[in-house]
T-cell receptor, first 114, second 112 residues
């Protein structure tokens, strides 16, 4: 079974631009979560989608948004990029059913904002 | 929200040595996972262990949910074990579904 895939793997943008990152979950998984990893803040939860609905959201400004499609693929968008948005963005997929659920992570998208 | 603390923050071992990494969490959890982050940034699942003990080769983990801690044991360490180890938990309640809270990690260096 193929793992979680993320595209693109690397991205360079300038301040003020916007960016869209994509995540394809493991086949059969209906939940996708997004995380931001920076040296200063570590790994922080952005949001989680299940069956095209956002179920939970972390403490990030409204510039960070996401969506999920009917095939469970998810995208996250960051508008009006700031230097501090430079980070590794990771997505994880899980079955999304019940209380206990293992999350499997993709390889990440490394975003650099200049 | 839940706080997750990992210790030690850094660990240097000689190849062949054993080690224990600790993860303390501040509240009840539905989910606890241990990950190894490789040099390219990918988080590799090691264990899903909200309670009890599991073993996988040279690695084993124990979570004592009632005392809110988990331990990851690495035996006969190899240079390929180097990297950052993360503990992550998911709190109880629908507001925490799919939301892992990560510790700051333990950076392990295994020297040949």
């Amino acid at each position: 079974k193929a793992g979680v895939t993320q595209t693109p793997r690397y991205l360079i943008k300038t301040r003020g631009q916007q960016v869209t990152l994509s995540c394809s979950p493991i086949s059969g998984h209906r939940s996708v979560s997004w995380y931001q990893q920076t040296p200063g803040q570590g790994l922080q939860f952005l949001f989680e989608y299940f069956s095209e609905t956002q179920r939970n959201k972390g403490n990030f400004p409204g510039r960070f948004s996401g969506r999920q499609f009917s095939n469970s693929r998810s995208e996250m968008n960051v508008s009006t990029l700031e230097l501090g948005d430079s980070a590794l963005y990771l997505c994880a997929s899980s079955l999304g059913q019940g209380r206990t659920d293992t999350q499997y992570f993709g390889p990440g998208t490394r975003l650099t904002v200049l | 929200g839940i706080q997750v603390e990992q210790s030690p923050p850094d660990l240097i071992l000689q190849e062949g040595a054993n080690s224990t990494l600790r993860c303390n969490f501040s509240d009840s959890v539905n989910n606890l996972q241990w990950f190894h982050q490789n040099p390219w940034g990918q988080l590799i699942n090691l264990f899903y262990i909200p309670s009890g003990t599991k073993q996988n080769g040279r690695l084993s983990a124990t979570t004592v949910a009632t005392e809110r801690y988990s331990l990851l044991y690495i035996s006969s360490s190899q240079t390929t074990d180097s990297g950052v180890y993360f503990c992550a938990v998911e709190g109880v309640g629908s507001g925490n579904t799919g939301k892992l809270i990560f510790g700051q990690g333990t950076t392990l260096q295994v020297k040949p």
